[in-house]
């Protein structure tokens, strides 16, 4: 909000000035910013800067490891991770390390299972 300035007397021969306070002797027109105005803007520029780079950057699903195929398997009594690990591992493939694998595969915090429940094997 601006405010008026009123300088001269009313009705004594000399004209009524009305001036804006911005317009007044020394204050100039326009926008100031102190040192610390200027700093929360450049901090504010950079901000949202960072935020546009950070941002272009896609999140891309890249792993050094290649998708392996699965098949789902229905657990029977008498089945147990190592046996079924003795049926999908490769000829001279470490049994411990297929276990591993199918533990990892399948989220399990243990080697236990129940009847009736289905992991995902490697197909190989």
């Known amino acids: ?35 610390r105005g200027r700093a929360v803007v450049a901090g504010l520029a950079l901000a949202l800067g ?10 891309a699903a890249d792993s050094p490891i290649a998708a392996v195929p699965v098949a789902p398997h229905t657990v029977v009594d008498g089945d147990t991770l190592w046996s079924i690990a003795g049926t999908v591992a490769r000829p001279g493939e470490d049994r411990r390390d297929v276990v591993d694998e199918l ?3 399948n989220g399990l915090d243990d080697v236990s299972l129940r009847v009736g429940q289905v992991i995902l094997v490697p197909e190989r």
């Open 103 to 105: 533990t990892r595969l």
């Open 1 to 35: 909000m601006s405010s008026i300035a009123i300088d001269g007397s009313l009705g004594f021969g000399r004209p009524l000035e009305v001036r804006r306070a911005s317009q007044r002797a020394g204050a100039p027109g326009g926008l100031r910013l102190t040192r």
């Open 50 to 59: 960072a935020g546009l780079v950070l941002s272009a950057q896609g999140a």
